[in-house]
């Protein structure tokens, strides 16, 4: 059984920093790819980042471009989200999510395994 914990989040003004943390378990990490996606309230799920089982491909969406970057260490089986010059709209709970595909993808019907979320709250 997969388990992905997330930590890292929590209040800070806008343009302010956060760096997200999930710690996976249940399965050789360094196999597969990972992302984050983010779910503000009444609004839908939106992908934010992946990356692939080696680091080597990346997406992030537009709408933090720029803005945010995704890491990991297959060593820690961890994955990472620094989170720069935080706005308002950026207010969410986050979520890590693991695939069963080695490559980088941002569709998340193709995620099956999810974390329970860590908020993010940037104040202006």
């Known amino acids: 059984q997969v388990q992905l914990v997330e930590s890292g989040g929590g209040l800070v003004q806008a343009g302010g920093s956060l760096r997200l943390s999930c710690a996976a378990s249940?399965?050789?990490?360094?196999?597969?790819?990972m992302g984050w996606f983010r779910q503000a309230p009444g609004k839908e799920r939106e992908f934010v980042a992946s990356?692939?089982?080696?680091?080597?491909?990346?997406h992030i969406a537009d709408s933090v471009k720029g803005r945010f970057t995704i890491s990991r260490d297959n060593a820690k089986s961890t994955v990472y989200l620094q989170m720069n010059d935080l706005k308002p709209e950026d207010t969410a709970v986050y979520h890590c999510?693991?695939?069963?595909?080695?490559?980088?993808?941002?569709?998340?019907?193709?995620?099956?395994?999810w974390g329970q979320g860590t908020q993010v709250i940037v104040s202006s």
């Open positions: 999510a693991a695939p069963t595909t080695p490559l980088s993808t941002g569709v998340s019907d193709e995620y099956d395994y």
């Open positions: 249940g399965r050789p990490f360094g196999l597969y790819a």
């Open positions: 990356i692939s089982w080696s680091g080597g491909s990346i």
